[in-house]
Antibody, heavy 121, light 108 residues
Framework: EAQLVESGGGLVQPGGSLRLSCAASGFTFSNYDMNWVRQAPGKGLEWVSFISTNDYTIEYADSVKGRFTISRDNAENSLYLQMNSLRAEDTALYYC??????????????WGQGTMVTVSS | EIVLTQSPATLSLSPGDRATLSCRASQSVGSFLAWYQHKPGQAPRLLIYDASNRATGIPARFSGSGSGTDFTLTISSLEPEDFAVYYCQQRNNWPPLTFGGGTKVEIK
């Protein structure tokens, strides 16, 4: 069974940094593009970032561009999100999400349970 | 950026009722629209992809229709487990991938 498990969330002060991880299992991780999606408290879903299978294509939402860096380690079946210069508005539950098929930003059929990031002094 | 507007924001219905949820795009997304169900404390669940294709394991009471800018998710007869928030999402014109603001289906 395909599964994603996020970790690395926590409480951080404004301006601080945090690195999220997403461990994949039950499928060939290297064959799939991957994404991060977040949900702020009481708000809807917001796409954050995309990375292609071979790192060739990387995209970010404007709200995080220049502050967040997505990466992956196919040998370790892991996805990462390095978050720098964190702001209060980055407070959210962060999900990693896998598209339903290979090649591009298809709909997400596998999601993790999320890891909570709280930015507060 | 393509903006997706979902209506209504809240739908108050009883088990057995038919639910009709709308998603309107600010410009054409072709048929590249998906629907998700999201319950508190759970991961979002893909229901429909590419406007009208049910995802694996999704019951037949869920159906999607539409193309271009106007899309509909229909739940033919609500089961107790269907009360949740529903989001649409487009992948036609990106980045960014965008989600609608959600429709909450609540028990009347």
């Amino acid at each position: 069974e395909a599964q994603l498990v996020e970790s690395g969330g926590g409480l951080v002060q404004p301006g601080g940094s945090l690195r999220l991880s997403c461990a994949a299992s039950g499928f060939t991780f290297s064959n799939y593009d991957m994404n991060w999606v977040r949900q702020a408290p009481g708000k809807g879903l917001e796409w954050v970032s995309f990375i292609s299978t071979n790192d060739y294509t990387i995209e970010y939402a404007d709200s995080v561009k220049g502050r967040f860096t997505i990466s992956r380690d196919n040998a370790e079946n892991s996805l990462y999100l390095q978050m720098n210069s964190l702001r209060a508005e980055d407070t959210a539950l962060y999900y990693c999400a896998r598209p339903r098929t290979k090649g591009g930003p298809h709909a997400f059929d596998i999601w993790g349970q999320g890891t909570m990031v709280t930015v507060s002094s | 950026e393509i903006v997706l507007t979902q209506s209504p924001a809240t739908l108050s219905l009883s088990p057995g009722d038919r639910a009709t949820l709308s998603c309107r795009a600010s410009q054409s997304v072709g048929s590249f629209l998906a629907w998700y169900q999201h319950k508190p404390g759970q991961a979002p669940r893909l229901l429909i992809y590419d406007a009208s294709n049910r995802a694996t394991g999704i019951p037949a009471r869920f159906s999607g229709s539409g193309s271009g800018t106007d899309f509909t998710l229909t739940i033919s007869s609500l089961e107790p487990e269907d009360f949740a928030v529903y989001y649409c999402q487009q992948r036609n014109n990106w980045p960014p991938l965008t989600f609608g603001g959600g429709t909450k289906v609540e028990i009347k």
